[in-house]
């Protein structure tokens, strides 16, 4: 028997989900990051977003089936993301991690990733 993945660990998609409506509740009032957003209606970032971490933590591969290769800087680079826009993103999805209420293993572990994604993402 092989071991859960950590996307069954912390409760699968409800979890996900959980995560990224937390998050895009910031985003949504947040003067420096929701002009990234073209979109009126967040709900389809949120589930981009939602997709994409369900795949990456070893849910279903719904992302890539849908959009292909993340291609994450690609996909960003239309925008200029720079240290303030990193350092708001961490706050949004910081208190959205805090909310979760994970294990402090699971909770270091994705947070972690998401902390080294945002310095990844940085253009400018």
């Known amino acids: ?13 409800p979890t996900f989900r959980r995560l990224v ?9 947040d003067p420096l990051l929701r002009p990234m957003y073209p979109e009126d209606d967040l709900g389809p ?16 591969n719904t992302y890539s089936a849908t959009r292909g290769h993340p291609r994450l800087r690609m996909r960003h680079a239309p925008f200029v993301v720079d240290a303030a826009a990193r350092d708001a993103w961490l706050t949004h999805m910081r208190a959205a ?16 990733y998401l902390e080294r994604a945002a310095y ?3 253009n400018a």
Do not use: C, K
């Not at 998050?23 to 949504?28: D, H, K, N, Q």
């Not at 979760?100 to 293993?105: A, N, S």
């Open 120 to 122: 990844f993402m940085v």
């Open 45 to 60: 970032a949120t589930e981009r977003m939602t997709l994409f971490l369900m795949q990456y933590w070893g849910g279903p």
């Open 21 to 29: 409506n937390r998050f895009y509740e910031g985003i949504a009032d």
């Open 97 to 112: 991690v805090d909310s979760l209420e994970l294990p402090q293993e699971q909770h270091d572990q994705l947070w972690d």
């Open 1 to 13: 028997m092989t071991a859960p993945t950590f996307f069954d660990a912390v409760g699968g998609e």
